[in-house]
């Protein structure tokens, strides 16, 4: 469902968490289809928080 492509961009994967925001609030019966946001949710914000920690680390060293 959600591609994880190593050129994955911060915006992109925003871009994707917003969607399955909008997909949990929108609700759903299916529990693997929700297992499979969850996990993917969490890929994301690991991603996201590893950005944002490079982008501090090299504002420090500059």
């Known amino acids: 469902m ?3 492509p ?3 961009t911060y ?3 925003k871009k994707q968490l917003e969607e399955i925001l909008q997909m949990l609030e929108e609700g759903t ?3 693997d289809e929700l297992e ?4 993917k949710s ?5 991603f996201c928080q590893l950005r944002l ?3 501090e680390e090299n504002l420090e060293t500059e």
């Open 11 to 13: 915006q992109e994967a």
């Open 29 to 31: 019966d299916n529990i």
């Open 6 to 8: 190593s050129d994955l």
């Open 2 to 4: 959600y591609e994880t």
């Open 42 to 46: 969490k890929k994301l914000v690991a």
């Open 36 to 39: 499979s946001m969850l996990e």
């Open 53 to 55: 920690r490079n982008i």
